[in-house]
């Protein structure tokens, strides 16, 4: 019986295929290749998927788009989100502890590691359809970009869908923002593990439910965190202490990474990559309204109008602040209370009462130098 032309399932090359049995790889290299790729798949998630019906709508319609970065606040969702979005179809590439990208890609693709590691990559994707998720790239962000330039140029069969705080500014990325729930939604997904924390929960009025989601800025891991205290405190009653959120909310899943142990150490991931001006100026208006204008940031900060302006913009693009259509600033109320806390520690607890009206305190710590 001839045998027929195959291809190889991981590279592509000619394999020879009779009617009894179809080869799949061309070599026990690429069979164990393949086997590697499996083992670093997404995984079915453990607990339910609630909402992000429209984000969802717009990654669909997306998807002939290459390099596509989901951007949002920390503890909004977005790594749950693209696995909701890709299910099996990808290979998941976690980057929150990597400290080299390019090798962290090439063992979760299954692909040997020789120098040049980039070259070894670009001849591997180049002649096959490749789906690779990079998760939680901000502290990589420049890394990322240098790896995925040439990566995309040199691989058309090659799309990208990263997630991160900010943006990868990488040549024809298409950023989706990943916003906070609706009201409707964290509510739900508030019962939902709430119920699952104490079996016959009663919860009571859903009208405390949306206040306290709404008070906890509507974030999925916020929501998940306070689902915990249940069991030790009527609704009601952890409405009330929310002030103290950033005590309160920090038992996370054992297995999650460590920033998503406490809405603490997730909001501090965020502040400890920025730099000196941008973590003085986040501190500053803090003090202030959650809403607030270009004015009000200048009065805080004690630093020239421009330079402000360009700290500012860098905090909306990590995702630590909006800007909004009506055209003022705005900071989630958790990051909000993160920023008190920062700013208390600097002046050891020493902020007078009427300071926090007029934001004039923070001139009492040295201002970093405007360097342009």
């Not at 295929?17 to 290749?33: D, F, L, M, P, V």
């Not at 009462?353 to 305190?361: D, E, F, I, T």
Request: hydrophobic share 45%; with cysteine; glycine share 6%.
């Amino acid at each position: 019986m001839a045998d027929q032309v195959g291809t190889c399932a991981i590279c592509g090359t000619a394999t020879a295929t009779s009617r009894r049995r179809h080869a799949r790889y061309c070599s026990n290299a690429c069979r164990q290749r393949a086997y590697r790729q499996r083992v670093n798949e997404p995984v079915m998630a453990l607990d339910s998927f609630i909402g992000r019906d429209a984000e969802l709508l717009r990654l669909t319609g997306l998807t002939d788009t290459r390099m596509l970065t989901l951007v949002g606040a920390a503890g909004v969702g977005k790594t749950r989100l693209i696995k909701e979005f890709v299910g099996s179809r990808a290979t998941l590439v976690e980057l929150a502890s990597a400290t080299d990208v390019t090798r962290a890609c090439a063992a979760a693709l299954g692909e040997p590691i020789r120098e040049p590691v980039l070259s070894t990559l670009v001849r591997a994707l180049a002649g096959r359809e490749t789906l690779l998720v990079l998760d939680n790239c901000e502290h990589v962000a420049a890394e990322c970009a240098a790896l995925l330039e040439p990566l995309l140029l040199g691989c058309p069969g090659l799309t990208v869908i990263a997630t991160s705080r900010e943006p990868l500014r990488v040549p024809g990325e298409v950023l989706v923002a990943v916003p906070p729930l609706s009201i409707t939604n964290a509510v739900e997904l508030f019962i939902d593990r709430a119920s699952a924390n104490q079996v016959g929960l009663r919860l009571g009025d859903r009208d405390v439910l949306a206040a306290l989601c709404a008070r906890l800025d509507c974030l999925p891991l916020a929501i998940e965190l306070a689902a915990r205290l249940v069991t030790v405190l009527p609704v009601k009653e952890l409405l009330a202490r929310l002030d103290d959120r950033l005590e309160l909310l920090n038992r996370g899943n054992r297995t999650a990474a460590e920033r998503h142990q406490s809405l603490r150490a997730a909001i501090g991931w965020s502040y400890d990559h920025l730099s000196a001006d941008e973590q003085h100026v986040f501190r500053c208006i803090s003090q202030g309204p959650r809403g607030f204008g270009l004015d009000v940031a200048v009065q805080a900060c004690d630093l020239p109008s421009d330079r402000v302006l360009v700290l500012l913009s860098a905090l909306v693009a990590k995702s630590l602040l909006t800007f909004t259509a009506a055209g003022r600033f705005e900071q989630l109320e958790s990051v909000r209370l993160y920023g008190r806390e920062r700013l208390a520690e600097q002046f050891a607890g020493d902020v007078p009462g009427g300071a926090a009206a007029n934001l004039k305190v923070v001139r009492r710590g040295p201002a970093p130098a405007a360097n342009h």
